[in-house]
């Protein structure tokens, strides 16, 4: 959502303004679109999709209920300034979804499968190929918390171990351990065998995420595990942490300052020892694969 504009203009025609050209879009995009899209919308939020109008509706109410449970949940972090409403585009097809987004991917990128995004280009807006409530639940979720912290510089990692653990908190079955594809021990032996001191710089870049290989659901537990861990102690310094945190060097000169010890302390605590410590230098050459 929300794209900004010159703070002397009123800020209801703003609103009005954006709005409808964001309409307008959804219209136009609809019409481009093979199937039989239609714009639907609440308060706070535009749906496209070519759902039935029930179940347009209770994805609209889904999203605005997980709207204000994550505001709850960030607080002060959270911010929901700008101007027109949320934008959630549900594709009928797979096909249509990663033909969508693959406009907002440069040419060499080599993106894995997923369930949604939210993309941060002009009017900031989220998409989802999945159709069924619980899981599209999710992908609201999760993609309503990037867009809600869109506004902070903080690395990609972070920003991906906020929205898995505030899933994990406003949905607790995404935390069953019975429905979790490896047990514990598994996932644990997954994590030594992938990381070292190499691939461990695709993970502070935010390279890990983005690779169509074994390693990005182990760079997001990885991710949900540190965050988690940062957030375990002092949560006043976790939030100076992550309101200073940025993602030139992954984080690292805020953790010093914040936390009060070296990124890399995460790492271990999941990892063991290791040479974990983020090497922006290296980031340019660092092999995702």
């Known amino acids: 959502m929300h794209s ?4 002397s203009t009123d800020d209801a025609g703003l609103f009005a303004y954006y709005d409808a050209a964001a309409m307008t879009w959804l219209d136009a995009l ?5 199937s039989d899209y239609r714009t639907s919308g609440t308060e706070n939020f535009l749906l496209l999709s070519a759902q039935p109008p029930r179940e347009s509706a209770l994805v609209l109410r889904t999203c605005e209920q997980a709207l204000q449970a994550i505001k709850g949940r960030l607080g002060a972090l959270a911010n929901d300034e700008g101007y027109g409403r949320y934008i959630v585009l549900v594709f009928a097809s797979l096909d249509e979804y990663e033909a969508y987004v693959s406009q907002y991917q440069g040419d060499t990128d080599e993106a894995p499968m997923s369930s949604g995004v939210f993309i941060d280009a002009g009017y900031g807006h989220f998409a989802s190929w999945h159709d069924g409530l619980d899981e ?4 609201v979720v999760h993609e309503l918390t990037h ?3 869109a506004h902070l510089p903080m690395p990609h990692w972070l920003h991906e171990g906020f929205a898995v653990n505030v899933e994990r908190t406003l949905l607790p079955r995404l935390a069953d351990p019975r429905l979790a594809l490896y047990r514990p021990d598994e996932m644990a032996a997954r994590h030594a065998a ?6 461990i710089q695709t993970f502070w870049s935010g390279a890990a995420f983005h690779t169509a290989n074994d390693g990005v659901d182990l760079a997001y537990d990885l991710a949900r595990t540190i965050t988690a861990l940062a957030a375990r102690d002092d949560e006043a310094a976790f939030r100076a942490f992550v309101t200073a945190a ?3 060097d992954g984080g690292a000169r805020a953790a010093g300052h914040a936390l009060g010890y070296p990124l890399e302390h995460l790492v271990e605590a999941v990892l063991g020892e290791g040479d974990w410590a983020p090497r922006p ?3 340019t050459v660092v092999d995702a694969s």
Do not use: M, R, Y
């Not at 900004?4 to 703070?7: F, K, L, S």
């Not at 599209?136 to 992908?139: F, I, K, Q, T």
């Not at 992938?194 to 691939?199: I, L, P, R, S, V």
């Open 4 to 7: 900004e504009a010159p703070v």
């Open 30 to 34: 609809a019409e481009a679109l093979p």
């Open 136 to 139: 599209l639940e999710a992908v």
């Open 147 to 149: 867009a809600l912290l």
């Open 194 to 199: 992938w990381w070292n001191a190499t691939t």
């Open 246 to 248: 940025t993602g030139d």
């Open 281 to 283: 230098a290296e980031w």
